[in-house]
């Protein structure tokens, strides 16, 4: 069983910085494609970014190209998510997810099988 544990959410203002952390215990995470969605409220849940095992392969939502990068630490288990030059309307639930079946670069929700708890993000102008 893969438990994920995300952190760093918060309430920043327009503009700023913020890194995500999500932290993996159980499972092999070494193998594991990693993904960030995000949930606005009302939405559904929307893809952010995604990641290979080894990092060497990294995709994202055309809308959040340039803003965010997704990296990872096999080493620590952990996946992150750097959010910069934050938006009002980038505040959401921020999720990671696990994909145990080394899919090239999934973007749906059902595509992967273990998901966090999520942390909250909320950015004010």
């Known amino acids: 069983q893969v438990q994920l544990v995300e952190s760093g959410g918060g309430l920043v203002q327009a503009g700023v910085s913020l890194r995500l952390s999500c932290a993996a215990s159980?499972?092999?995470?070494?193998?594991?494609?990693m993904g960030w969605f995000r949930q606005a409220p009302g939405k559904e849940r929307e893809f952010v970014a995604v990641i290979n095992w080894s990092g060497s392969n990294k995709y994202y939502a055309d809308s959040l190209r340039g803003r965010f990068t997704i990296s990872r630490d096999n080493a620590k288990k952990t996946v992150y998510l750097e959010m910069n030059a934050l938006k009002p309307e980038d505040t959401a639930v921020y999720y990671c997810?696990?994909?145990?079946?080394?899919?090239?670069?999934?973007?749906?929700?059902?595509?992967?099988?273990?998901w966090g708890q999520g942390t909250q993000v909320t950015v004010s102008s």
């Open positions: 159980g499972g092999t995470f070494r193998t594991y494609t």
């Open positions: 997810a696990a994909d145990t079946s080394s899919r090239l670069q999934p973007q749906k929700t059902y595509e992967y099988e273990y």
